[in-house]
């Protein structure tokens, strides 16, 4: 809460400053866009999702064995002995906390799913700061913000939306590095 009033604080700090300095060049990016608008992200996040369902295939193959083996428990309970009920309880126990464990390994604060997603973002939002380093620089901006980031950015005009000139940026800078491997590629 106190980080999001500081933002705020700051964001209407800057509206002041650029209202008072009509100098001030201000500038943002929308992080999402760019992302759904690069094809390596969007080929990465579709393998990502195939492995999400596969998890999610796997998580449910596993509990509908533990449904399963309840209803096989209830069903047969009053012809076993006591120590076999406890035996299969035991037995259910575990496989209840190996789901719970698959689950925290796939889809937890430190799963599969985060760390890959952190892996797949982290190459392309590091040319996206590189770029808006660059277009910062060469079109000089005072700020630039990423509109999918926690500032709260409660009105902006269209035309202080650089996400297209760093998109172009990127995809520049790829042509160029595909033409120097191929380039490098006939000199071997």
């Known amino acids: 809460m106190r980080h999001r009033l500081r ?8 509206a002041g400053m650029a209202i008072a300095q009509r100098s001030v060049r201000i500038g943002y990016v929308d992080m999402e866009y ?27 193959e596993r509990q509908r064995r ?14 076993l002995t006591d120590e076999l009920i406890s035996e299969r309880e035991e037995e259910i126990a575990i496989l209840e906390k190996e789901l719970l464990d698959y689950q925290q390994d ?33 079109k000089k901006y005072d ?8 500032v709260v950015m409660l009105y902006s005009e269209k035309r202080h939306d650089i996400s297209e000139l760093v ?16 380039d490098s590629d006939r000199k071997r």
């Not at 399963?68 to 428990?73: E, H, I, N, P, S």
């Not at 700020?143 to 926690?150: E, L, Q, T, Y």
């Open 7 to 14: 933002m705020t604080l700051f964001t209407f700090l800057l």
């Open 34 to 60: 760019i992302l759904e608008n690069v094809e390596e992200y969007r080929e990465a996040s579709q393998q990502l999702e195939t492995r999400v369902v596969q998890w999610k295939g796997e998580m449910e």
């Open 66 to 79: 533990i449904d399963a083996l309840k209803q096989d428990l209830e069903a047969e309970r009053v012809l």
């Open 106 to 138: 796939r889809f937890g604060p430190r799963g599969d799913l985060v760390l890959q997603k952190q892996r797949l973002i982290q190459p392309i939002q590091d040319q996206v700061f590189n770029e808006v380093q660059k277009i910062g620089a060469n």
């Open 143 to 150: 700020f630039i913000f990423d509109k999918s980031a926690d």
């Open 167 to 182: 998109l172009r940026a990127i995809a520049r800078t790829r042509k160029i590095s595909k033409t120097a491997q191929k």
